[in-house]
């Protein structure tokens, strides 16, 4: 059972004009009102976010950090600024520990390149969860496979939660790393990472968080949780694809050796040597996604004028009410039932295969994601194939969970 | 009845539909006809791996055609695997080889050929048209 306490604490959405700020939300799919249940996989972007990068292309267009003249000067001021809005967000100690990538998959390959680099060695141990998605288990798992290194795997239950008695147990001289995921694509499992950064930390052993999932459903503080590194990408956030941040404390960012090298991340270049810039140009090669620095600027901006606070306790209404709703098709069985959930939910149906299902709902404007989401082991341990997932965003309703429990139901009456 | 002939009967048969659910019907209701191939080819080995259905086929030759049986865990993708089998299964290699299936487009399913879509239905073209082309090899040699 989902913990229902959040509940209690109404939310106080304006949900029509919210859905006035994302401009896709009006248009049509297959005939029908587009309802958007994939924010899983990628979120809508609020005007806020698509003005910032027009605005960009339109009034600000210059490269940064090496320029004189006035454009480049304005736009470097405006593009660090958003690295302090970011750091704000998360409540990072300096902006020069955010580090502006691709996305979360880049972050967490920086870190298993630079980390590995410089801390593994045949026979240390990385520790992840049986529910990561691929990207916090390949980059791993190559670095493993380079240093003759081993994955532990921290269990779970049926629920979909994490094993913690196995995960202490799995925490040994031989740990280097741990590695996992805040909240589950897949499940929707909230982890509870502060207590895995806290133990991990009793044997002095730094911790990655990968942060993809949590950053759009709820605060994020850095320093309270005392993770080493936390991942996130911009496009889940309501921000532009192909840019997201690697927080990583001062300490630990200053120890690793740069990811990729060239422009912009040093400080004097001869043949025979480089002397590499101060964080967080070292590991900032080459002339950034600036658009989407901005982009995703505007977007923590926008989200923080609603209030995550108000945007969890809305989301946990809606997982409520889909949850139940759900629960009452005949054959419909929910895959991870956490006590602490973000609005994720997955299910199977019996008989039935995601992929026709998720077909004949798109027919009816309704998008959802079916598939193994990019976490097959987790699926293996499930002994299925596949789920559909349903993931809420706050500009969602229950007018479209009870469209998709329409849908649902006719999808599954055509196919059986 | 040729390659062409067959596509345009089919083309002919969807044009009676309405709406998008009689046609999903009509592709579920092929679907869910008995497995089109011998239960000792659904093997991994026949498998056409696409990221959301799985689709298995099995190609010989006889009399100088090409015979095509598939299955899919899916049932859409089943249907439309019936589609392809009628399309392509009992021509010549050379048919086979040089035809241009253009009534997928036809029939309002050419989003299911897009490459994100990824359910077994592009790999499985592909792969009957490279079976093809095998057989065809093997009998100019």
């Not at chain 1, 630990?252 to 912009?264: K, V």
Request: hydrophobic share 40%; aromatic share 8%; with cysteine.
């Amino acid at each position: 059972m989902i913990n229902t306490l959040h509940s209690i604490t109404r939310s106080s959405i304006d949900i029509e004009k919210i859905r006035m700020d994302f401009p896709i939300l009006s248009r049509k799919v297959n005939g029908k009102p587009l309802i958007y249940l994939d924010n899983g996989a990628t979120a809508q972007k609020p005007t806020k976010v698509i003005d910032a990068i027009n605005t960009f292309y339109t009034h600000q267009n210059a490269n940064i950090h090496r320029g004189v003249h006035t454009l480049s000067q304005e736009l470097t001021t405006a593009y660090e600024n958003a690295r302090i809005t970011i750091q704000k967000h998360i409540n990072a100690a300096f902006p020069h520990e955010l580090i502006f990538t691709k996305g979360t998959t880049d972050s967490i390959n920086l870190v298993a390149h630079s980390f590995g680099k410089k801390f593994i060695s045949s026979g240390d141990e990385i520790i992840i969860s049986a529910m990561e998605h691929h990207s916090n288990i390949l980059p791993w798992q190559q670095l493993g496979e380079e240093k003759g290194a081993l994955l532990k795997i921290i269990p779970i239950n049926v629920e979909g939660e994490l094993l913690m008695a196995e995960f202490e147990k799995l925490l040994t001289a031989k740990t280097k790393l741990v590695a996992v995921t805040h909240v589950s694509n897949t499940l929707g499992t909230i982890n509870p990472v502060k207590e895995i950064i806290r133990l991990a930390h009793t044997k002095n052993i730094p911790v990655l968080i990968d942060g993809a999932q949590a950053v759009p459903h709820q605060n994020v503080d850095v320093r309270d949780l005392d993770a080493d590194f936390y991942c996130f990408s911009a496009h889940k956030l309501f921000g532009p694809t192909g840019v997201g941040i690697l927080y990583g404390k001062e300490k630990w960012l200053n120890l690793l050796p740069p990811y990729q090298t060239g422009g912009g991340a040093i400080k004097t270049v001869t043949f025979e040597k480089t002397e590499y810039a101060d964080l967080p140009f070292k590991f900032e090669a080459g002339t950034p996604h600036i658009a989407g620095g901005l982009g995703l600027a505007a977007a923590i901006d926008y989200i923080n004028e609603i209030g995550l606070t108000n945007i969890a306790a809305y989301e946990h209404e809606l997982l409520i009410y889909a949850t139940n709703a759900l629960e009452k098709i005949n054959g419909l069985k929910i895959i991870g039932t956490a006590k602490e959930k973000a609005s994720v939910i997955s299910f199977v149906v019996e008989g039935l295969h995601a992929f026709d299902i998720g077909t004949l709902l798109d027919q009816l404007g309704i998008a959802i994601r079916t598939g193994h989401h990019c976490t097959q082991p987790l699926m293996n341990y499930y002994n299925i194939q596949s789920t559909l997932r349903v993931s809420i965003s706050f500009y969602n309703t229950k007018e479209e969970i009870d469209e998709l429990i329409k849908g649902l139901s006719q999808a599954i009456k055509m196919l059986t | 009845m040729n390659i062409e002939e067959t596509e345009q009967e089919i083309i002919d048969e969807f044009e009676i539909f309405d709406d998008w659910m009689q046609k999903y019907e009509y592709l579920i209701d092929l679907g869910k006809s008995l497995p089109l191939i011998d239960h000792q080819y659904k093997t991994d080995e026949k498998l056409i791996r696409g990221c959301q259905s799985k689709v298995w086929m099995h190609s010989e030759l006889k009399a100088g055609n090409v015979i095509y049986t598939a299955d899919s865990d899916a049932i859409i993708t089943k249907g439309m695997v019936a589609l392809m089998v009628r399309v392509l299964s009992n021509h010549t290699p050379t048919e086979i080889v040089n035809a241009n299936l253009h009534f997928i487009e036809k029939i309002g399913l050419t989003k299911h050929l897009s490459p994100t879509r990824s359910n077994g239905l592009v790999s499985m073209i592909k792969q009957m048209k490279l079976d093809a082309l095998v057989y065809q090899q093997k009998i100019n040699n």
